[in-house]
């Protein structure tokens, strides 16, 4: 069962892998699940027995991109403990850096993957819907582990989740990102703005 599994798993990431490929070659109008199977040596009912549709096939590449955008996220929202780092001000800046981070650098770093990954996202509404509440709902998450320690003031925790989310939208959301330089300076003033408001219980 193990290896049945293992194997299913590698098929996935090299469908995915080469998808990706054909995606950056040629942009979403113009692959299909043929021309991955064809990148693959393999016929279309291979790549069809893992996903239903080219759409299906899409979704996931944007899935697995956006899941590496949250997963180091989600880290830091479910980490707990007594030591300094692990207070819920100290894990809502992290967590409000490393997202600023993530996206600059896949943005930067390589701009003509990131317009790729990111026209197949903005397509999978769902999957992109999905992502966003995953990140409001981590936000709550250290909100609401701030405002039972004290730390914070805020009486909904979802509702400031998003208004934190809105509040930093220039640092890291992909249109700002790609037309603005990065300013280190704004964002920690942002940020330290942000964690008054908590802790005041203004937002």
Excluded: C
């Amino acid at each position: 069962m193990a290896d049945s599994k293992t194997a299913a798993t590698d098929a996935r990431t090299r469908i995915l892998d080469a998808a990706l490929d054909q995606l950056r070659r040629y942009g979403p109008a113009k692959t299909g699940v043929v021309d991955v199977a064809r990148a693959l040596g393999v016929s279309h009912a291979a790549v069809y027995r893992y996903f239903p549709s080219k759409d299906a096939l899409f979704d996931a590449v944007a899935g697995r991109w956006l899941h590496a955008v949250s997963q180091p996220l989600e880290e830091i929202a479910a980490r707990q403990g007594k030591a300094v780092k692990d207070k819920p001000a100290k894990r809502l800046e992290e967590w409000l850096t490393t997202l600023i981070a993530i996206k600059r650098r896949k943005i930067t770093d390589d701009p003509e993957l990131f317009a790729t990954y990111h026209a197949v996202a903005e397509a999978a509404h769902k999957v992109a819907s999905a992502h966003v509440a995953s990140l409001q709902d981590q936000l709550r998450r250290i909100i609401a582990d701030g405002i039972e320690s004290g730390d914070f003031k805020v009486s909904d925790p979802a509702t400031a989740a998003t208004a934190v989310l809105n509040a930093t939208l220039r640092f890291h959301h992909p249109h700002f990102v790609r037309e603005f330089p990065p300013d280190p300076a704004a964002e920690r003033a942002v940020i330290r703005l942000v964690l008054a408001g908590l802790a005041s219980g203004d937002i």
